[in-house]
């Protein structure tokens, strides 16, 4: 059972354009989502991650959308730069319970 | 300061040989994970600890995983009997809390482990 379904699988995005990916969840006692940045050959870098208490997170070009009703959350990135370009996992986890369950990732390519 | 460590970050194992991956977490850091991460797919949960103490060993596949933090602080993820399903890279992630948060986890680089 995919307890983090993400799409898309793989996104080509123009400079300056918005990406946008999604997750949606099945379990209702997530309440931490975070989202990681994965270049190639490194480990996943935590870029933001939200709370259900809020509905929308910004850090500098990148937002976290959340809707708690819909059990889906997306994140966006504004300005898209091509060293944007990596592999992008959604996450979820519940409190007390501290590991985190991946989305399968999205392969951004970010063209000049 | 320093990141989480790992190392080796490339093994190659024969079929049947048994591997030793380590990871060194971010100093003061109480909680460690062990992920597994196959090619072109997200990470995916196989044991934490909060100190010495292994609270989850779930997601282990086999009894031929077996991980260990004896003094809180550096782990150790050994795998026996390789196979070549085994092959993955090997992330270790490090949380400053336990328990109820903070949940921010920071991973290491991973080890490529490739079975022949």
């Known amino acids: 059972q995919q307890q983090v379904k993400q799409s898309p699988q793989s996104l080509i995005v123009q400079k300056g354009g918005i990406s946008i990916i999604n997750c949606a969840y099945e379990?209702?006692?997530?309440?931490?989502f975070p989202w990681y940045q994965q270049f190639p050959g490194k480990g996943p870098a935590l870029l933001i991650a939200i709370r259900p208490d809020v509905s929308e997170k910004k850090e500098g070009r990148f937002t976290i959308s959340f809707n708690k009703s819909a059990k889906q959350f997306s994140l966006h990135i504004m300005d898209s730069q091509p060293g944007d370009s990596a592999t992008y996992f959604c996450?979820?986890?519940?409190?007390?319970?501290?590991?985190?369950?991946f989305g399968k990732g999205t392969m951004l390519l970010v063209s000049p | 300061g320093a990141g989480v460590s790992q190392s080796p970050r490339y093994k190659v194992a024969k079929r049947g040989q048994d591997v030793a991956l380590r990871c060194d977490p971010i100093?003061?850091?109480?909680?460690l994970f062990w992920y597994q991460q196959a090619l072109g797919q997200g990470p995916e949960f196989l044991t934490y600890?909060?100190?010495?103490?292994?609270?989850?060993k779930s997601g282990l596949p086999s009894d031929r995983f077996f991980a260990e933090r004896p003094e809180g602080s550096v782990s150790t993820l050994k795998i026996q009997r390789t196979q070549q399903e085994d092959s993955a890279v090997y992330l270790c992630?490090?949380?400053?809390?336990?328990?109820?948060?903070?949940?921010?986890?920071?991973f290491g680089p991973g080890t490529r482990l490739t079975v022949t």
């Open positions: 600890f909060q100190n010495e103490a292994q609270l989850d």
């Open positions: 379990n209702t006692a997530f309440d931490y």
């Open positions: 992630a490090s949380s400053l809390g336990g328990g109820l948060g903070p949940y921010e986890q920071y």
């Open positions: 996450a979820a986890a519940n409190s007390g319970y501290s590991t985190l369950t």
């Open positions: 100093s003061g850091h109480v909680s």
